[in-house]
């Protein structure tokens, strides 16, 4: 059964902070993994990660995977209240549907 | 633009009733699906389509059922069935490589 983890599942800092989010996995023929930023409603696209060791970066926020340990981590530095919200994980399994395995998610809270 | 469309927004049932949630897209993508949060649950997946006519049950299916008539529409029913049906529920669609949209999602309470 394809499995993704999230750690921590949540989390309180201050602005100006930095985090890191982290995401395991275990998921037939693996292809890809996404990260979802979700505020209220609906989950909002943040990267795909398909090579191993090529970081993403997306101004304050950037990403990495690493297949080999099979895992991912979402930094995100100098925290703002804005960036408060559920961090999702998420990955297809192989083959040819693109149902996605989600984690439970982080609660990040970035306090002023 | 192109997008999902979730109607409605919030619902309330009554214990024993049917509701039916709708799920628009225009973004011509295959693939749609329907996703239920709950707090600290993350998202699950109650049903998928692939193609138009043909559908496939996920994780948590029971007290559920939907339809895929057109391309664009994928509506979820939730039955009397379902023993415990207060949730947020997000429709999905998307194209190659995992490339998933929601849309804003539409909360139910069974009151």
């Known amino acids: 059964e394809d499995k993704v983890v999230q750690s921590p599942l949540s989390l309180v800092v201050h602005e100006g902070d930095t985090v890191t989010l982290n995401c395991s996995y275990e998921v037939t023929n693996f292809r890809s993994l996404l990260w979802y930023k979700q505020e209220k409603k609906a989950p909002t696209f943040l990267f795909m990660l398909?090579?191993?060791?090529i970081e993403k970066k997306s101004g304050r926020l950037s990403s990495i995977l690493d297949k080999k340990e099979l895992f991912s981590i979402l930094n995100i530095t100098a925290t703002q209240t804005g960036d408060s919200a559920i961090y999702l994980c998420?990955?297809?399994?192989?083959?040819?549907?693109?149902?996605?395995?989600f984690g439970k998610g982080t609660l990040l809270t970035v306090n002023p | 633009d192109g997008g999902i469309t979730q109607s409605p927004k919030y619902l309330f049932r009554k214990e024993g009733q049917n509701v039916t949630l709708s799920c628009e897209q225009n973004?011509?993508?295959?693939?749609m699906y329907w996703y239920r949060q709950d707090p600290g649950q993350g998202l699950r997946l109650i049903y998928y389509s692939q193609i138009v006519n043909d559908f496939q049950k996920g994780d948590i299916a029971e007290g559920y059922s939907v339809s895929r008539e057109k391309k664009e529409s994928f509506p979820l029913t939730v039955t009397s069935a379902q023993k415990n049906p207060t949730a947020f529920y997000l429709c999905?669609?998307?194209?190659?490589?995992?490339?998933?949209?929601f849309g804003q999602g539409t909360r139910l309470t069974v009151v």
């Open positions: 398909t090579s191993s060791g």
């Open positions: 999905a669609s998307s194209i190659a490589q995992g490339w998933t949209f």
């Open positions: 973004l011509n993508h295959d693939a």
């Open positions: 998420a990955a297809p399994p192989g083959g040819s549907n693109y149902k996605l395995t």
